[in-house]
């Protein structure tokens, strides 16, 4: 396994993770002794006026530094720049870093994380075509790493590897076959790192392997998707082709008649890419509402008896609870049920509506459990058959995990 770490080496090996997004680039570095996180940070409004760098090593004072940063080359000289300062910095030169995590969002048929060399380049390279949003910008993070850092390898960490492993009637759409051949249609899923983070997790809290559980993961956040799990695969997930369908979002707007896209361009006369601009950023909860697409703004607001807020809450909290029934039926029952991410960790109230009245799927949650926010605990109610659990999601520590386990597959570590 190339595991030929000298005793005490070990303490030795940070992994760095980065999640390269259009105009962003946050990063963490963890110690993977004790799995713990050093410091982390983002570099925002990249190429933008205003540009600046937030950095945060753990038990010190953040420091905040507004600078230009032109590409994502400097945004990630930026960040090592912080790592290896000799006040702020948490390690003294670059080489403490082992490897490279990225968290790239879109893995086609990649089904886990994989060593990056000039083929794996190449087909994140030809699914910028499927997400031109999220590949592009980590393509230009790798690449800048390689300058930056030559000697460091590097491994790719998809959203969708985890949800590869849904079987074909799930993950087929029903239009001609020969479509979805050419244009590789088909469900891929997102959040997966995140959903299998907290699945597994969940199965260490029951003190059962998950492979002998059903489980299904809410990840409730600014984007939501929800995931079946059966024998510690994901079965099936609410996000598509893209990250457009599924639970009503914050401003995407999740299932709906695909009829009425074309109905809309017609009848406004849109471009294709105002109507994605309207589906992505425009709909979803804050469209509904015409106030806001954080949910804290719609609970305030449905305080004051706003109607609209009302309603978009109802309605998310409706696509939850379909969706759960739906899953139950595919999983043929059901163990334990995770809510994650920034709604599904911090709002009890969320948690209370979507689980309200489901005691007879064996879903109940305790009242005075459930009064927690960002924290992980068991919120089932006692009796209750199925055990649900508030767990907060941690994508990067699972990134630094799988870098680690794939950098020492290669007897590279
Ligand atoms: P995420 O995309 O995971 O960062 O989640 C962002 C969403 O979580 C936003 O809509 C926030 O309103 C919501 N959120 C964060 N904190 C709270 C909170 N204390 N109460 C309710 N919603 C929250």
Known sequence: MGLDLKEGERVKVKILVLNCGSSSVKYQLFDMA?????????????????????????????????????DHGAAIKLSLEALTHPQHGVIKEYSEIRGIGHRVVHGGSFSASVLIDSQTKDLIAELEALAPLHNGPALR????????????????CFDTAFHQTMPDYVYTYALPYE???????????????????????AAELVGRPWGDLKIITCHLGNGSSITAIKNGKSYDTSMGFTPLPGLVMGTRCGDID????????????????????VLNRRSGVLGVSGLSSDFRDI????EVQNERARLAWDMFVYSVRKYIGAYIVALGGLD??????????????????ICQGL??????????????RGEEREITAPGAQVRTFVIPTNEELMIAKDTQAVLQEKGLM
Request: glycine share 8%; with cysteine; net charge neutral.
């Open 179 to 201: 479509l979805t051949q050419k244009y590789q249609i088909r469900r891929y899923g997102f959040h997966g790192t995140s959903h299998k983070y907290v699945a597994q997790r």
């Open 34 to 70: 004790e799995e713990k996180s050093l410091a982390k940070g983002l570099v925002e409004r990249i190429g933008l006026p205003g540009s600046r760098l937030t950095h945060r090593p753990v038990g010190k004072e953040k420091i905040v530094k507004e600078v230009p940063v032109p």
């Open 141 to 156: 993070g790798i690449t800048a790493c390689e300058v930056i850092l030559p000697h460091t390898p590097q491994v790719a």
């Open 336 to 353: 334990v049920l995770v809510f994650t991410a920034g709604l599904g960790e911090n709002s009890p109230r969320v948690r209370l509506d």
């Open 258 to 277: 695909p009829a009425i896209v074309t109905f809309l361009m017609e009848k406004e006369g849109w471009t294709t890419k105002e109507v994605e601009e």
């Open 299 to 302: 609970e305030e607001a449905m």
């Open 359 to 372: 005691d007879f799927l064996g879903i109940q949650i305790d009242q005075d459990k459930n009064n927690v």
